[in-house]
């Protein structure tokens, strides 16, 4: 595991995974949390966060290998539970440039019928 603090007070994920910020759960357990999107691009449109803040895929290790499998074999299993047959996308943006916006690790998972809004 990797030496992230558990948690960053001015996170808007932080605040989602403790409760202060309500979101449309899909699945939770002790270290992942999903929900859907607030602004889908695509006909469903999740997002997998780890419990613990990590601020982007530029600060993980190699011992951050089994959360990042966890995170998209759990997006592979809700595409099929949210009933999308018809293919997906997994999506990490990384830094500025990389377009993250929020500076939580997260995973977007997206799929559906096309066209989507965005992607």
């Known amino acids: 595991m990797s030496t992230h ?9 932080c605040k989602i995974v403790a409760g202060q910020i309500p979101s449309k759960k899909v699945f939770e357990d002790e270290e992942l949390l999903a ?15 780890p419990k613990r803040h ?3 895929m530029a600060e993980i290790s190699d011992a951050d290998a089994p959360l990042l499998g966890r995170m998209t074999a759990l997006g592979t299993r809700l595409m099929k539970e949210l009933g999308v047959t018809g293919g997906f996308r ?22 559906g019928p096309r066209p989507w809004l965005k992607g």
Do not use: K
């Not at 948690?7 to 994920?13: G, L, R």
């Not at 943006?93 to 929020?102: P, S």
């Open 5 to 13: 603090d558990h948690a960053d007070p001015n996170c808007i994920f």
């Open 35 to 49: 929900f859907h999107d607030i602004n889908p691009w695509a006909p469903v449109h999740i997002l997998i966060i």
């Open 54 to 56: 990590i601020p982007s």
């Open 90 to 111: 997994h999506v990490i943006n990384t830094g500025r440039d990389g377009g993250q916006e929020v500076y939580h690790l997260h995973l977007h998972v997206m799929g």
